[in-house]
């Protein structure tokens, strides 16, 4: 399936998408305010370490080696096996653990240790989440974009109902519940799903552990585990440093534009990860790698481009229609988070060549740096501009990833 097509095919699922997190960002502006959206960016960021660590870190590989082997099924299942066993191992681990320490957990992530319920559910639920994200991981690899799309469809809907309910009914509690456990009851519908696809028996989910697959799916693991750890810590850090030094409005502020910019990238970002990851795995010299990203360079950045242009035009409207009067002191924000914005898609190109040829220290060594930067940057810039700096900061960061990324893959793919 072609770039296009599989942007096209993607557009219908980052449609629904996009208007269900839009719809929840609503109900959350209107029932929680800029202050509980800073909670809600703690505890996703939460959900986010503790998810990767719990699954293996492993989604990653699976879909590069199920695509690396779409002749040979027979490797796929050993794949496929390992990931499985890894992953209910490493659930049900992490999901004890969460449960002894969900006190300790609350008041570290959200401040308050009376709100360890959220964590119990969480804990509870933690092994459907991981099988789900899976699930999907083998239908990306399998290029099943219908099934694939279809069941990120499902998931979208479902985030909405569950969310709408638990906030109207429970406020912040609500949301943080419907944050805890949406994603976990979305594996029934993409189980559904899978259950009518040809390759899928239960019994290659899990059993044996193959050695040698799991050695491949380990650099895998390195680099998800190094990303689930660098990128939430900083916005954690970075959140926490705005909520003592601006207060915690601001850092809900932050939050707001943070998922508005993650809503409207969204079509960019999952048809990087549908089409991008499995047709880089494929590719096997360095030459087609780099016509590859040239050719995504002349479709994605447009696209990112021309929507950031369009979000900066229209954001008194957005912020009054999507969130709240209480939200308007997050304008100051716009230019420069999406600067930064068409930036990162700019070097996410190079970054999926890394993930496609399992280039494990350099991808490593940058998530580590760039993120300390960006941390440090926000250190730097929010005493002079304010909330401003946070979104200077991220601009600039990737200003100077972007150089950086590219030098170092073209200088790697010279020798592929």
Same mark, same amino acid.
């Given at each position: 399936?072609?770039?296009?097509?599989?942007?096209?095919?993607?557009?219908?699922?980052? *449609?629904?998408?996009?208007?269900?997190?839009?719809?929840?960002?609503?109900?959350?502006?209107?029932?929680?305010?800029?202050?509980?959206?800073?909670?809600?960016?703690?505890?996703?960021?939460?959900?986010?370490?503790?998810?990767?660590?719990?699954?293996?870190?492993?989604?990653? *590989?699976?879909?590069?080696?199920?695509?690396?082997?779409?002749? !040979?099924?027979?490797?796929?299942?050993?794949?496929?096996?390992?990931?499985?066993?890894?992953?209910?191992?490493?659930?049900?681990?992490?999901?004890?653990?969460?449960?002894?320490?969900?006190?300790?957990?609350?008041?570290?992530?959200?401040?308050?240790?009376?709100?360890?319920?959220?964590?119990?559910?969480?804990?509870?639920?933690?092994?459907?989440?991981?099988? !789900?994200?899976?699930?999907?991981?083998?239908?990306?690899?399998?290029?099943?974009?219908?099934?694939?799309?279809?069941?990120?469809?499902?998931?979208?809907?479902?985030?909405?109902?569950?969310?709408?309910?638990?906030?109207?009914?429970?406020?912040?509690?609500?949301?943080?519940?419907?944050?805890?456990?949406?994603?976990?009851?979305?594996?029934?519908?993409?189980?559904?799903?899978?259950?009518?696809?040809?390759?899928?028996?239960?019994?290659?989910?899990?059993?044996?552990?193959?050695?040698?697959?799991?050695?491949?799916?380990?650099?895998?693991?390195?680099?998800?585990?190094?990303?689930?750890?660098?990128?939430?810590?900083?916005?954690?850090?970075?959140?926490?440093?705005? *909520?003592?030094?601006?207060?915690?409005?601001?850092?809900?502020?932050?939050?707001?534009?943070?998922?508005?910019?993650?809503?409207?990238?969204?079509?960019?970002?999952?048809?990087?990860?549908?089409?991008?990851?499995?047709?880089?795995?494929?590719?096997?010299?360095?030459?087609?790698?780099?016509?590859?990203?040239?050719?995504?360079?002349?479709?994605?950045?447009?696209?990112?481009?021309?929507?950031?242009?369009?979000?900066?035009?229209?954001?008194?409207?957005?912020?009054?229609?999507?969130?709240?009067?209480?939200?308007?002191?997050?304008?100051?924000?716009?230019?420069?988070?999406?600067?930064?914005?068409?930036?990162?898609?700019?070097?996410?190109?190079?970054?999926?060549?890394?993930? *496609?040829?399992?280039?494990?220290?350099?991808?490593?060594?940058?998530?580590?740096?760039?993120?300390?930067?960006?941390?440090?940057?926000?250190?730097?810039?929010?005493?002079?501009?304010?909330?401003?700096?946070?979104?200077?900061?991220?601009?600039?960061?990737?200003?100077?990833?972007?150089?950086?990324?590219?030098?170092?893959?073209?200088?790697?793919?010279?020798?592929?």
């Amino acid at each position: 399936m072609t770039l296009i097509k599989t942007s096209l095919l993607n557009v219908i699922a980052v *449609g629904i998408r996009m208007l269900t997190l839009l719809g929840i960002n609503k109900i959350l502006a209107i029932y929680v305010g800029p202050a509980g959206y800073a909670a809600l960016g703690q505890f996703q960021n939460a959900v986010q370490m503790i998810s990767t660590l719990a699954s293996g870190a492993i989604n990653t *590989g699976v879909t590069k080696y199920t695509a690396e082997y779409h002749d !040979n099924e027979a490797e796929q299942r050993k794949v496929w096996q390992t990931a499985g066993t890894i992953a209910l191992t490493g659930s049900l681990v992490l999901s004890v653990l969460v449960f002894i320490f969900r006190e300790r957990l609350a008041l570290g992530f959200l401040g308050d240790a009376q709100l360890s319920t959220v964590f119990v559910w969480f804990a509870a639920t933690l092994v459907l989440l991981v099988f !789900n994200t899976l699930l999907l991981a083998i239908l990306n690899g399998k290029k099943d974009i219908p099934r694939y799309v279809l069941a990120n469809i499902a998931g979208s809907v479902l985030a909405l109902a569950i969310t709408a309910l638990m906030v109207v009914n429970w406020g912040l509690l609500g949301a943080l519940i419907a944050l805890a456990v949406y994603q976990s009851l979305a594996f029934f519908a993409t189980l559904f799903l899978c259950l009518k696809t040809p390759w899928f028996r239960w019994r290659e989910l899990v059993g044996r552990v193959y050695w040698p697959v799991a050695k491949n799916l380990a650099k895998y693991t390195a680099m998800a585990l190094t990303t689930a750890a660098t990128v939430p810590l900083s916005h954690i850090l970075i959140r926490n440093h705005m *909520g003592q030094t601006l207060g915690w409005e601001a850092a809900g502020h932050w939050e707001a534009m943070w998922r508005l910019s993650g809503a409207y990238l969204m079509l960019v970002s999952t048809t990087l990860s549908v089409y991008y990851l499995p047709r880089l795995s494929e590719l096997k010299t360095g030459a087609e790698i780099k016509k590859e990203i040239l050719s995504g360079y002349r479709v994605i950045l447009p696209a990112a481009a021309v929507c950031a242009s369009l979000v900066y035009h229209l954001r008194d409207f957005l912020i009054v229609t999507l969130f709240s009067p209480e939200f308007r002191p997050m304008e100051v924000l716009f230019f420069w988070q999406l600067v930064g914005d068409v930036l990162k898609i700019a070097s996410w190109l190079f970054a999926f060549a890394m993930l *496609g040829k399992a280039m494990t220290l350099l991808f490593m060594f940058t998530e580590v740096i760039f993120s300390i930067l960006f941390y440090l940057l926000a250190l730097i810039f929010t005493p002079l501009y304010g909330i401003e700096g946070v979104s200077i900061a991220y601009a600039l960061n990737y200003f100077i990833y972007l150089p950086v990324i590219a030098f170092l893959i073209y200088k790697k793919l010279t020798l592929v």
